[in-house]
Nanobody, 120 residues
């Protein structure tokens, strides 16, 4: 199971750190990713980190502003989001999968989502 937390209401330009804690199994051998879904839009890839933690990949909207990291000892993955924009408003989901791809269909385990609202 994955449990996402850390969302909230912030103003444009602020920062948030999302956390995703795994339980019931170890996710150290899984690629971990964050996706988001804004109202009326499809779920979209945000960032992923491979199991070793050495390789990260970001979708264009978050490049330079978001940082994904993981602590395998704590079975957690983080998403540090800086310089937030109103268009970042969405429910953010963490996910675990074997392939480390950007399509949500390739991920096996999902957190319940945490809402991020960025006001202008």
């Amino acid at each position: 199971q994955l449990q996402a937390s850390g969302g909230g209401l912030v103003q444009a330009g602020d920062s948030l750190r999302l956390s995703c804690a795994g339980s019931g199994r170890t996710f150290s051998n899984y690629a971990m990713a964050w996706f988001r879904q804004a109202p009326g839009k499809e779920r979209e890839f945000v960032a992923r980190i491979l199991s070793s933690g050495g390789s990260t990949y970001y979708a264009d909207p978050g490049k330079g502003r978001f940082t994904i990291s993981r602590d395998n000892a704590k079975n957690t993955v983080l998403l540090q989001m800086n310089s937030l924009k109103p268009e970042d408003t969405a429910v953010y989901y963490c996910a675990a999968g074997r392939g480390g791809f950007t399509s949500w269909q390739s991920y096996e385990y999902w957190g319940q989502g945490t809402l991020v609202t960025v006001s202008s």
